[in-house]
C-alpha cells in the first residue's frame, strides 16, 4: 500500500459511524431529561409535604386552643396554601375529633387529633 493510499483510508469518520454516535448520544440526553425531570417531581412533593406538614400541625394547635370550624389561607410566604379546619363530637362524652386539611392546588394534607372538652 502506497502512502496515498493509507491517507484516503485513515481521512475522517464515514456517515454511518457519525449517525450511531449521534444516535447513542441522544438516548442518553432523553435518559437525563427523563431523570431529571422524574426527580425534580419528587423534590417538588417533597417540598409540599413538608411545608404542608407544618402548617397543619401549627393551625391543628391553634384549633385545639380554641376549638371552631373554618377555612382561609396561610399569610405570606405560604399564601398559596389554604386550610379547612373541622370540629366534630367523638363518640366518647366530653371528647371531640379536630382536622385540619392542608392544600395547595390539587394537592392536599389532613391532620386530626382528639381533644377534651371542657365545660
Known amino acids: 500500500m502506497s502512502n496515498e493510499q493509507q491517507l484516503k483510508s485513515s481521512q475522517g469518520f464515514t456517515l454511518l459511524e457519525i449517525m450511531i454516535a449521534l444516535a447513542i448520544v441522544s438516548g442518553l440526553l432523553v435518559t437525563l431529561i427523563y431523570t431529571l425531570n422524574y426527580n425534580l417531581g419528587i423534590a417538588g412533593r417533597h417540598e409540599f409535604v413538608t411545608v404542608a406538614s407544618f402548617l397543619a400541625r401549627n393551625k391543628l394547635a391553634e384549633v385545639a386552643i380554641a376549638p ?52
Request: charged residues 30%; negative net charge; glycine residues 6%.
Open 68 to 119: 371552631a370550624d373554618g377555612d382561609g389561607s396561610f399569610p405570606e410566604p405560604h399564601a398559596e396554601y389554604q386550610f379547612h379546619s373541622e370540629v366534630k363530637q367523638y363518640p366518647f362524652p366530653g371528647i371531640s375529633q379536630i382536622s385540619v386539611t392542608v392544600k395547595r392546588d390539587k394537592e392536599e394534607i389532613r391532620y386530626s387529633r382528639l381533644i377534651e372538652i371542657t365545660q
